[in-house]
Every structure is written in C-alpha cells, then in structure tokens.
C-alpha cells in the first residue's frame, strides 16, 4: 500500500508542475536564457519554442517575445481554450512586467513571423 501511495505522489507532483499557467511562466522566465529551451504542458496544447508560445500547433501562435518589455499577442478567437490562455498569458506577462503589447490577428502574425 505504501508503494502505490509513493508512486501516486510522484505522478501528482509531476503533473503538477505540467499546468498552463506552469508552461506560460516557463516560458516568461526562458526569456531571460536567451530562448535555449522549449516547453509543454502534459498534453502539448500550449507550448513554447525559443521566443514564441503557441496553442494547440504552429498555426496558432499566442505570442512573440519582442525584447525588453514588449510582446507582440494574437487577439484572434479560435476556441474557449486558447481564449483561456491568451487571459492567462496576458496576466502573466503583467506580473512580470512586460506590458507593452501589440495585438495583432493571427493572419498578421504569421505574416510578421515569415519576415
């Protein structure tokens, strides 16, 4: 009985630390690394490479890190989750102090990323 709670702990702990808000966090504090890493969450629906973090795949960035204290975010609706990221992505750039956004639609952005 001991093992299976040890091992349900584990799991727990692990999934924890898996959650969007964990990702897009991860995400905020990789930008000080120089963009060295990518990251997920435990399902892969939000996700970061280098300076940019997306949702649900390449074809729906949430944002471009663009230095300092400046973003560029994808306004665009797409599904009431991504809609949920792009609350809780916003909120968290503002915690830590980036708050110069420039919103854009997803057409645009893919534009500016093709640059």
């Known amino acids: 009985m001991s093992g299976s ?6 799991l727990t702990v ?3 630390g898996m959650t ?3 990702t897009v966090q991860d995400w905020i504090n990789n930008l000080d690394t ?4 990518d990251g997920h969450n435990s399902t ?7 300076d940019k973090l997306y949702s649900y795949g390449y074809h ?11 973003v560029v975010l994808n306004v665009s609706k797409y599904s009431t989750t991504t809609s949920h990221h792009q609350s809780m992505l ?7 102090c980036i708050d110069e956004f420039h919103e854009v639609e997803t057409k ?8």
């Open 5 to 10: 709670w040890c091992i349900l702990y584990i």
């Open 108 to 115: 645009e952005f893919l534009e500016l990323l093709d640059r």
């Open 20 to 22: 969007n808000q964990k």
């Open 90 to 96: 916003k909120a968290e750039l503002e915690d830590h």
């Open 60 to 70: 729906f960035p949430l944002a471009w890190y663009q230095g300092g204290r400046s």
């Open 44 to 50: 892969k629906s939000i996700f970061w490479h280098g």
């Open 14 to 16: 692990i999934l924890k």
């Open 34 to 37: 120089g963009y060295k890493l």
